[in-house]
């Protein structure tokens, strides 16, 4: 979000709001954790997902929280 705001003061603000608004998780060590272990048990399974994909994972879970997924054909 940042990357498209930076620039444009009223972009900024709008960008500024928003996150203010918002509960940012934290990337700690136990997430870090819990997204090795994500990306560990699908590559073994034969698929993957992305790096961000899998650090979003591994926070949800180490915040015992549900994650919304869209499985791919």
Do not use: F
């Not at 060590?29 to 790096?51: H, K, N, P, T």
């Amino acid at each position: 979000m940042w990357a498209g705001a930076v620039g444009s003061g009223r972009r900024e603000h709008a960008v500024d709001t928003l996150l203010r608004a918002l509960s940012i998780l934290p990337l700690d060590a136990d997430s870090a954790r819990c997204a090795a272990s994500v990306r560990r048990d699908l590559e073994r399974a034969g698929r993957s997902i992305g790096m961000a994909d899998s650090l979003i994972a591994g926070i949800c879970l180490a915040q015992v929280l549900p994650a919304a997924v869209q499985p791919t054909p």
